[in-house]
């Protein structure tokens, strides 16, 4: 099944993906040992020369070793030879490996997040079992069923082993909340929590252009970008800007069928080529879909990886999408997960995938070079204290051409129709410090529960036009990071502000608003964040080239 196919960029190779088909461990360690003489690269022969080591240092080594972690690591940097996005995932990792891409987890149903060695809810989810028992915005969890979640154990492996569990069982918490001696004492029953894949979903100011951000393409995507479009067109949706920046990839079929909708005809939006013909696929458009006329722009950045890329590039192919931004990051080969016999997972390399034109966007890599690899992004553009990849720079022989006949490229990402420069003068070592010491998410979530009474009473829309975030504010946020020993100057506060004041503004309206909402959607704090967006503002302005590009279509 396509499903069992994920596209994720370097960047979220780590991150958990999705449960495939199983495998033996014994082909790795566990082959019997039948004698003779055996070929070179035969596995059986590679599998017992491992064993053997691993019996001998089991046996005789003269420290006490742990052989589960040596043969982690053995996997791991066997795969390093490999391409850059075979990846292992060790037992304790894989099950939160997986979770990232499906429709939900069990759970207590708060977004938290770790300040000064403790765990503080940023908020709970709507509907959710924590606030149902009244655990509030700002709460510090100390423990979770006697287990200390401070200090050192307060790292993300020890906060979801303890706050995750299976539907129905109980978690025992005691937290600290502002203006109580003693801890507080809550019991929840974890129930299912619901993950969503598309953070906003609104109609800009001009009543006409529908915004759609997609973060990652997990199991619910294609159904989450149905509902929300037929709400966008309900409301007068002409045209859609969608947004796939910081797209990291998954599911390859809920990117083709989200394709499906917007494209006409009968046409191949991906293929698959690989060693075994059993992973050669051929995805073709076959539906009549809810938005097949009608200007379309996306956007793009050196994050938008795999599915996003397939999206991308295939509405690029087909002369539908105007892309917008900087070039993507550039992988083109698909993943099969495969759970091991202890719960361990290998996401195995099995095939590569082209889109429509012919062209594959994988960048170049060489075998056992993944650090060569994982900077590529550094070579795009400046090089300095903050990297920003900026430059596009194709290859010539690796042309190709859209259904129109435009020029597009290969070997190396979807290269935008329009690019779109990373605005860098706002980055800043006091911007890096309040993040890396999450100031502005601390000082947001204690000013709008102090003054939540307040804001609440007004709308949405009289606080985008009437809120200001001011000097005192700014200033106090200064003197958290004063406190905490960072080193910044005056100049750098200036050059600052401004990007801080939007970041701070949005902070507090998703902490008043969000509460409410019950399909993950989070479009107060987009509608902030983005509003002086120089991207969006191209995007915006490029709509009738959009209108153009789907009118004169060839086909």
């Given amino acids: 099944m ?63 070793v742990n052989t589960d972690s040596l043969v982690d690591y053995s996997i791991t940097k066997m795969l390093e030879k490999l391409d850059p996005h075979t990846y292992y995932f060790p037992p304790q990792d894989a099950e939160l490996a997986r979770s990232q891409l499906e429709s939900g987890f069990d759970g207590i149903g708060i977004e938290f997040n770790v300040f000064n060695d403790t765990v503080y809810v940023v908020t709970p989810l709507a509907g959710g079992p924590s606030e149902a028992v009244g655990i509030q915005s700002g709460d510090a969890i100390i423990k979770a069923n006697n287990n200390s979640l401070t200090g050192k154990e307060a790292s993300s492996t020890n906060i979801f082993a303890n706050l995750r569990g299976k539907r129905g069982s109980e978690a025992k918490l005691e937290i600290k909340r502002k203006g109580f001696k003693d801890l507080l004492k809550f019991s929840v029953i974890r129930d299912k929590i619901p993950q969503y894949s ?31 479009m037929k709400a966008l067109q309900k409301q007068g949706m002409k045209q859609l800007l969608l947004d796939l920046r910081g797209n990291p990839g998954g599911y390859m079929d809920r990117a083709t069928d989200l394709v499906d909708e917007l494209v006409a005809g009968k046409g191949v939006i991906v293929y698959t080529d690989g060693k075994d013909v059993r992973n050669n696929r051929k995805t073709t458009a076959h539906i009549d879909g809810m938005f097949e006329k009608g200007a379309v ?99 010539p ?67 985008l036009k009437g809120f200001t975030v001011s000097e005192t504010m700014i200033n106090d946020m200064n003197r958290l990071l004063n406190q905490t020993g960072a080193k910044y100057d005056a100049k750098e506060v200036t050059d600052s502000k401004a990007f801080v004041k939007s970041q701070l503004k949005a902070a507090i309206a998703r902490h008043i608003w969000q509460r409410s909402v019950k399909n993950g959607l989070n479009n107060e704090y987009y509608q902030i964040v983005y509003s002086d967006d120089p991207m969006i503002e191209t995007a915006l302005s490029s709509f009738s080239k959009a209108e153009k590009l789907e009118k004169e279509k060839k086909f």
């Fill in 297 to 395: 722009v996306v956007l793009i950045d050196e994050g938008s990886a795999s599915a996003s890329e397939i999206v991308s590039g295939a509405l690029q192919d087909y002369d539908r999408a105007l892309i917008v931004g900087r070039r993507s990051f550039g992988k083109g080969l698909v993943q099969q997960p495969i759970q091991l016999s202890d719960g361990s997972e290998l996401r195995l390399t099995i095939s590569r995938y082209y889109i429509p034109s012919g062209r594959s966007i994988q960048k170049p890599y060489e075998k056992g070079h993944l650090d060569t690899y994982e900077h590529e992004l550094d070579d795009r553009g400046k090089s300095g204290e903050y990297f920003i990849a900026d430059s596009i720079k194709n290859n």
């Fill in 397 to 463: 022989k690796m042309r190709f051409k859209t259904m129109g006949g435009r020029t597009v490229y290969g070997g190396g990402g979807v290269t935008p129709d329009i690019f779109v420069p990373r605005d860098t003068s706002h980055i800043t070592k006091y911007l890096m410090e309040l993040y890396g010491r999450n100031i502005i998410r601390e000082y947001a979530m204690s000013y709008a529960n102090e003054n939540r009474k307040t804001l609440s009473k007004q709308s949405f829309e009289s606080y």
């Fill in 198 to 228: 598309i953070d906003a979903a609104y109609i800009m100011d001009d009543k006409k252009t529908g915004y759609l951000k997609i973060n990652r393409f997990t199991e619910t995507t294609y159904e989450e970008f149905k509902e929300h």
């Fill in 2 to 64: 396509e499903e069992n196919k994920i596209q994720n960029s370097k960047a979220t190779v780590r991150t958990p993906i999705i449960v495939g088909t199983t495998l033996a461990l014994g082909i790795l360690i566990g082959a019997t040992f039948f004698g003779g003489r055996r070929p070179a690269g035969d596995v059986s022969r590679s599998t017992n020369k491992f064993r053997e080591v691993l019996s001998y240092i089991n046996r005789s080594y003269v420290d006490s």
